[in-house]
């Protein structure tokens, strides 16, 4: 048994999660339920694998902190792995990543979402509760910037789930302490950057909050998720991470850069065997504002009900249009193979490049594209990972 076996059969059964713990047998979570396969696992095969996928540099660090954080294609799956100390002894907790390239349209989302990257400042907010897909729509709103218009876009995250290949847009992606020490330095780093596109995977402290609105107001788009099941509480947890003395500051900086905000949650679909998402909108209009402002965000569900004119959707009505809809995204009915790392042989880089959708209005307006780029407007371009660490390596 190794772990390539585990993580295939988790492919196999369609779990989105596989849990790895001594003395017990592997879960799985499969449509938002465990359900345990296999004999127990003992502990030092456990402490063999984690030895293994971590490496022996990164070993003392383990010990250090007895938890480690890592992405990797694991049997043609990209799979983001936590590895713990456990009073047993080495857990894996293993997110099984989808398989396709992540779009509006693959992950079933409403198509009013793709307004959220058109304006070129202010800050888009994903929340949800774990597990229910917010990085997967981050990634669908970066792939429709990067599909549809050439800016800079600067991904931070810790670590990288989805990797994506530029195609119109010039795309950077950061992983946290592989890449930079942190979120503050990532962050500090980018605005020397020249980016027009700014990816926060996960705004988890004050500090991050307050470089990210920062980053809001002086001229970039910033998408970002955080850990909240409505749009209110999402906005409500940002205000209350700071002292209560600045509070009413961060509340109107909140309010003057903000884009929009998408809640989520998963729904199983018995009669598509799927997952889809479900979602909350809320849309800054002026009232929205100044809810915000006067941090009345009790307010904020009345606002939400009245405002089908403004595209904001309350979870009710978007299952509403969800159970109108006709054609889905089923796994399997990919058009398009998905982005992958360069010179992973598990998952290959297409030979050709998937058809590019027609721009919008206000890329058309910027100029002509660079002299440099491929032939109508295309970037591509192909990263060698493994020459950084050859010229790191070269003796002085």
């Not at 027009?196 to 988890?204: A, C, N, P, S, T």
């Not at 109107?252 to 998408?262: K, R, S, Y």
């Amino acid at each position: 048994m190794n772990l390539e076996s585990l993580i295939n059969t988790a492919r196999q059964q369609g779990a989105s999660d596989l849990h790895l713990e001594a003395g017990l047998p592997a879960a799985l979570r499969i449509r938002g339920a465990l359900k345990t396969v296999g004999d127990p696992l003992p502990a030092n095969l456990l402490l063999a694998f984690a030895r293994e996928i971590i490496g022996e540099p990164h070993w003392p660090r383990f010990l250090e902190r007895c938890s480690f954080d890592l992405s990797r294609t694991i049997q043609g799956v990209r799979c983001r792995i936590n590895i713990l100390q456990s009073a047993r002894g080495v857990g894996f907790a293993i997110r099984l990543l989808s398989t396709f390239q992540a779009t509006i349209e693959s992950l079933n989302l409403h198509p009013d979402l793709k307004r959220f990257v058109e304006p070129h400042n202010g800050l888009v907010l994903v929340s949800g509760p774990t597990g229910c897909g917010k990085s997967s729509t981050l990634a669908a709103l970066i792939q429709e910037i990067n599909l549809t218009e050439a800016r800079h876009i600067v991904t931070v995250e810790s670590p990288i789930e989805y990797t994506f290949r530029p195609r119109r847009a010039f795309l950077r992606q950061r992983e946290v302490g592989r890449d930079t020490p942190s979120f503050e330095q990532a962050l500090l780093d980018a605005l020397r950057e020249d980016p027009d596109v700014l990816m926060v995977g996960e705004m988890r402290d004050a500090e991050t909050m307050r470089l990210t609105l920062n980053a809001a107001e002086t001229g970039h788009l910033v998408l970002a998720t955080v850990h909240s099941s409505t749009c209110a509480e999402a906005l409500q947890r940002i205000v209350a991470s700071f002292p209560a003395e600045i509070q009413g500051a961060v509340a109107a900086q909140l309010a003057d850069c903000l884009v929009g905000v998408i809640a989520q949650r998963l729904r199983f679909r018995p009669d598509l065997n799927i997952r889809v998402p479900e979602c909350e909108i809320l849309v800054p209009t002026n009232p929205v504002k100044a809810h915000i402002r006067n941090r009345e965000y009790f307010r904020l569900s009345s606002v939400l009900e009245t405002g089908g004119d403004h595209g904001m959707w309350t979870f009710q009505r978007y299952r509403s249009w969800m159970e109108k809809r006709a054609q889905w995204h089923l796994p399997g009915h990919i058009m398009d193979p998905p982005d992958s790392e360069v010179g992973d042989p598990a998952m290959p880089a297409p030979t050709s490049p998937p058809p590019i959708a027609k721009p919008r209005a206000s890329a058309a307006k910027r100029g002509p594209e660079s002299s440099a780029s491929a032939p109508g407007g295309r970037i591509e371009i192909e990263p060698v990972e493994g020459e950084f660490g050859k010229i790191l390596k070269q003796p002085d």
